[in-house]
């Protein structure tokens, strides 16, 4: 071989290892985030009381910042799309946490709650969990929805977290497993119970109560103390017992995101 073609072969060897020797590797803060869905209701109504309901405030702030400053991404989606209404009474002074307060100080995020996507534009794919936020609202729509209802049976079929607190394990009512039972069926779960419903007194008006219904399908229900922070994860199945278990719901989706 000539002398002009070593030295081609020789540049061109020096010129592949110097490439991938100096090829920048990524660190974990350019790795690819994780996408959750978080579901809000589109319901508003409180039965026939005259007064409003929508989504607690509590249940959506707590698990949007805790996730978001992990670096997750996040969207917001609803039966309707465009703006989620909010339970009036979670803007009680009463009800506020460091994560409501961020939350009336954070315009970006008002926007995204006066702007969600329309539920039958969502594509499970696209997703590594989803999330439902309480308030009595899920249980009139989120409950009977067949987008909402199809799509945590694909994400449950998918392994994926599927994760709800207080009120919003109520739209499992019609999810089914693989085996076209009950999803709840032999899980170990919580959520809003008889006696903090009797508590609000509700237990009149909400379409039906979430313990029983639980406990009909043939979950594993188990509470604490009514308003303390409780939650349980059964597999991919992540329930929160009221507003105060929000934050222990995101943790335990976190980790399992992992």
Sequence with gaps: MKLKHLIILALGFTSL?????????????????KNVLFVLTSHDELGD???KTGFWIEEFAAPYYNLLD????ITVASPKGGQAPIDPRSKANASQTEATKRYFN?????????????LDKVNASDYDAVFYPGGHGPLWDLAEDKTSIKLIETFNSQKKPIAFVCHAPGVLKDVKNE?????????????FTNEE????????VVPFLLEDMLKEH????SQAENWTPYSVQDGNLITGQNPAS???VAEKLYKALK
């Design 17 to 33: 290892t110097a490439t991938s020797q100096t090829k920048p590797v990524k660190n974990d803060a350019e790795k690819a985030k």
């Design 49 to 51: 009381t005259g007064e």
């Design 70 to 73: 992990k670096g997750v991404n």
């Design 106 to 118: 954070d315009k970006k995020v008002q926007e995204v709650i006066a702007n969600t996507v329309k």
């Design 179 to 191: 085996n076209g039972e009950a999803l709840v069926k032999g899980k170990k779960v919580t959520g």
């Design 197 to 204: 419903e009797k508590a609000v007194q509700l237990t009149e």
């Design 218 to 221: 043939g979950a594993i229900f």
């Design 246 to 248: 929000s934050g222990e």
